[in-house]
């Protein structure tokens, strides 16, 4: 579809070199190249913002001290209120994405999305039923434990792709800068994205099962005897022994000298974010227990992704109340 486009600057028609007034001023944007273009919006931004210089310092001052404001209110109420704090940001991290890809049609995320939601809804309701089953406490740290590797390998994969477009390695393969860039920016949100999810789920998860079994409490005390052959995360006995080499899994012993499940204390310790025995709650040494170079990573990429969980939860709502207060105050 044709177009006619005028650009105005201190009551003086402009056309930049594209037309002028009349026939000379009207552009058709139909035969202009994309460069022309944006040059004729750059033009119109430029006319439509000239001479309000204090309108705008004005504006910046709103976002930063609005950001001031955020951030301590959200740290007095992470201190205080541990708990809704939580749920809070999980709610928004599940849904303030949700809403802006449904905005714009983004229909793979879309299918992701709900098929983590169906498996995770289904296993957060097989950890929260009362009594606990006992095939339940595996089931969920399996499925945490490889959505959280399923996510960095992700995260990783989409991070590479990024680095070598920006050194041109995909001009090897004949593939187009945009395209090697929106793939590997696509992977590199979905791994960070569902990274930070699936650990906030772990953790609910975690504290609900192991307060269900009943060797943990919120309380640090335990409402039950801790058998040596018995894992304290699952309730499950132990068939390998720790100086044993497993088949399908190893065992674990702590500093404390408490024995676990492989998938169990590394889904405790690491998918959970828990730093405690989750018997007698003791510091777990996690350079100890997890010694191969491998493995450390993982903890270093868990550390990011708490980082991150600011930036997709309350970032947008920020920056949504600042939008809300220029409106209010006729700032443009």
Not at 200 to 212: G, L, N
């Amino acid at each position: 579809m044709a177009g006619v486009f005028e650009v105005e600057v201190d009551g003086i028609e402009h056309d930049h070199g594209l037309g002028h007034h009349d026939e000379r001023n009207q552009v058709d944007l139909s035969h202009l190249s994309p460069e022309e273009k944006w040059r004729l919006e750059h033009a119109k931004m430029h006319a439509k913002h000239k001479g309000h210089e204090a309108m705008h310092a004005e504006m910046v001052l709103i976002l930063i001290v609005t950001l001031v404001i955020a951030q301590l209110v959200l740290v007095q109420w992470k201190q205080r209120h541990p708990k809704s704090y939580n749920l809070v940001t999980l709610f928004q991290m599940w849904v303030v994405p949700l809403y802006f890809t449904t905005k714009l049609h983004w229909w793979r995320f879309l299918v992701t999305w709900f098929i983590f939601s169906v498996v995770t809804a289904y296993v957060t309701y097989r950890a929260t039923r009362k009594p606990l089953e006992c095939t339940t406490p595996r089931l969920v740290y399996k499925w945490f434990l490889l959505l959280y590797k399923i996510s960095y390998a992700t995260g990783i994969v989409g991070y590479s792709v990024v680095m070598f477009t920006l050194f041109g390695i995909n001009l090897i393969f004949r593939i187009k800068p945009e395209d090697a860039m929106d793939f590997g920016v696509s992977l590199l949100f979905y791994g960070l994205y569902y990274g930070v999810l699936g650990r906030d789920f772990a953790e609910m998860c975690a504290d609900v099962m192991a307060s269900t079994v009943g060797y943990y409490s919120a309380s640090g005390m335990p409402t039950k005897h801790l058998s040596d052959s018995i894992c304290a995360v699952c309730g499950q006995p132990i068939l390998v022994d720790v100086s044993e080499e497993g088949i399908i899994e190893n065992t674990y012993r702590l500093s404390c000298n408490h024995v676990f499940h492989e998938f169990c204390i590394r889904g405790w310790c690491i998918v959970g974010k828990k730093q405690t025995c989750p018997y007698c709650k003791e510091k777990v040494d996690l350079k100890r227990m997890f010694s191969n170079p491998w493995e450390k990573p993982h903890v270093m990429y868990g550390q990011l992704l708490d980082w991150l969980r600011y930036l997709v939860a309350w970032q947008p709502v920020i920056i949504g109340l600042v939008q809300g207060i220029n409106y209010i105050l006729g700032l443009e």
